[in-house]
């Protein structure tokens, strides 16, 4: 019986081994072809002539910025901004959901290249939730290239693709996490945002709160070489090498996409698209800030592929020196908060040279990676005995205020961000953990700007509030206590609030197993 089965792991093994080469001799059958960004023009697209208008009494080396909180904003953004294009779209998502959102977004993707617009679109392969049947379909367009960051070889059969994610996993478990919308080179949307119904108010279950930056001007070129980078690297995969010969759906895709858009679920989204172009905001002109100082930045995709030595962080060093040389205030906000024994030294230290450090997370109830909190709970008591104020955003937070159109005033915290001083902000992909920091690829736009700063300071200071997040202390005893505001009466809570109890067992369960290298 031992033999029988120790034969047919051998068998699985070859096989997945021989599916390894067939897959690779199948990428080597296609041509994989470079492209770089298309040359910007002066006056040949709506973005050009947007960029002329409001960059002509500026210096063409500053750029301009608008924070994206609102997620229905951030919706009508990147419709906006692809219904404007007229020569390129550049996108690179973790995650697509085949979601109401993320639907109507590739609808418009598709329109823009039925008018012409080249469009290459960088998706993380295990992040999305597109069939390869719609990837078929999309890249089946003569204006559309798709292609995947470090993908499975095995496509078509669950069990060689599950095998295949065992056998590869040290290189599978290395994703690529950036978020960038570039239109014709003119206009970046980048921050936390993916693209799915919970980060744009339209999910039924719990919508993020998010931050996202809009760019015009001399970042929006940092994009574009980062984007590039990423587009002609090894581990950027053309879909059509992957995928087996089948017949395009894709005018039947195009019929779906066209009944949804008529549907009553997606009318307020589209409205709001057409509210904001006909309002006097478009891509948000109004909400502008010009800065001299401001660079997209990003670790190299080299990261992924796990060619750089393990555990070395690129965005994050030219981030932690902006942290250390706090001098008055530093305001971290991070979903997924893992500090780890260092995080704590760094942040204990500047709390000890009178630094304010104060930290907003999710909490217990209002995460949607139990895992993450059981590895952040253990560094809770260090931080608070070294001065650092710790904030836990709420799961009812957003109740009050009915953001979701469809139902759900649960939330959760997705914001990527940090302040330093009132005067450099940095809003990006990169969460305060080990995955990000040694596992994922990252990228964020770092800003010198009082304004905008002090914009972000408010909006921590509405989040922290203790109307919407819990503000923990210790007890005499040194034991954990949750201060919140519920109905305007002052609550204390000694456990983990609105959290059931089974959530907790396996938060504390999950806090036991040595996994805090791979949160």
Known sequence: MIGTILIAIVLIVCGVFALAILSRRQERAITKIASTALPKATDSTALDR?????????????????????????????????????????????????DLTGQLMMREVLAAADRGVRVRLLL????????????????????????????????????R??????????????????????????????????????????????????????????SVSDAEDIYDDYWNSAVAIPVRSLLARRPSKLARLRRKLDRLATSEAARPYLQKVESLHHHGGFLMSDRLEWVASASVLADPPEKAAGKRRSGHNYLMENLLPIMEGAKVRLKITSPYFIPGQKGVETLSRLSADGVSVSVLTNSLAATDVAAVHAGYARYRRPLLLNGIKIHELRALADQHNALSLRGSGQASLHTKAFTCDGETGFVGSLNFDPRSMSLNTEMGVLFTSETLAVQMDEIFTQETSREMSFELALSPKKRLIWNGLVKGRPRFYGKEPYASLSRRCISLILGILPLESQL
Do not use: C
Request: net charge neutral.
């Open 50 to 98: 947007h960029w002329s208008n409001i960059g002509k009494d500026h210096d063409s080396n500053h750029t301009a910025l608008a924070l994206v909180q609102s997620n229905m904003d951030a919706f009508a953004l990147r419709v906006s901004s692809a219904r404007a294009a007229g020569r390129s779209l550049d996108l690179m998502y973790y995650m697509w959901n085949a």
């Open 124 to 159: 993380d392969d295990l992040g999305v939730t597109m069939s390869d049947r719609v990837f078929h379909a999309i890249d089946s367009h003569p204006q559309i290239e798709l292609r995947l960051f470090n993908p499975t070889k095995a496509r078509e059969n669950i069990f």
């Open 161 to 218: 693709r599950g095998i295949e994610l065992v056998l590869r996993f040290r290189s599978v478990n290395r994703r690529m996490h950036n978020k960038a919308w570039i239109a014709d080179g003119r206009a970046l949307i980048i921050g936390g945002r993916n693209i799915g119904d919970a980060y744009f108010d339209a999910a039924e279950a719990a919508n993020f709160r998010d931050f996202d930056v809009l760019a015009h001007g001399k």
